[in-house]
């Protein structure tokens, strides 16, 4: 249960996506989701929780240092935030650009991001 407002959880997610991808801080996750935080979806497909996805995350910015993502669209409703997101970036050993697009479901408690679902397309090498 939380009493943000759709536009307060839009605005979390927005900033926890700028700092964890876009600004490669990792660490922001330990303050954005409940110690608790269950990722439904994380590295391999696998259930997760912090340390999962704060070392899924380390391992991304190797592999593509210039990770970066965009939102291209959000929807929020009760306790959920909804995003369509494109990521792109330049695989480090091949020098390939490449993209992946995915939807994430986030579901809030109190303040703070507490379940995950997503779905990811493979990257793709871009033209």
């Known amino acids: 249960m939380t009493t943000l407002s759709p536009s307060e959880m839009k605005n979390i997610v927005r900033r926890h996506f700028e700092d964890f991808v876009n600004n490669q801080k990792a ?17 391999g497909g696998k259930e997760t929780g912090l340390q999962g996805d704060e070392d899924m995350m380390r391992n991304m910015y190797r592999i593509m240092p210039d990770l970066h993502i965009d939102i291209d669209e959000m ?4 306790d959920k935030v909804v995003c369509r997101n494109r990521w792109q970036g330049t695989h480090a050993q091949t020098g390939k650009r490449m993209e ?3 939807f994430v479901e986030w579901r809030f408690e109190g303040a703070r991001i507490a379940e995950r679902w997503a779905t990811v397309t493979a990257p793709a090498d871009m033209p």
Do not use: Q, S, Y
């Not at 922001?28 to 979806?41: A, C, G, K, Q, S």
């Not at 929807?75 to 009760?78: N, T, V």
């Open 27 to 43: 660490e922001v996750i330990r303050h954005n989701m409940t110690e608790d935080f269950l990722d439904h979806d994380g590295p």
């Open 75 to 78: 929807i929020a409703e009760g």
């Open 100 to 102: 992946f697009h995915g």
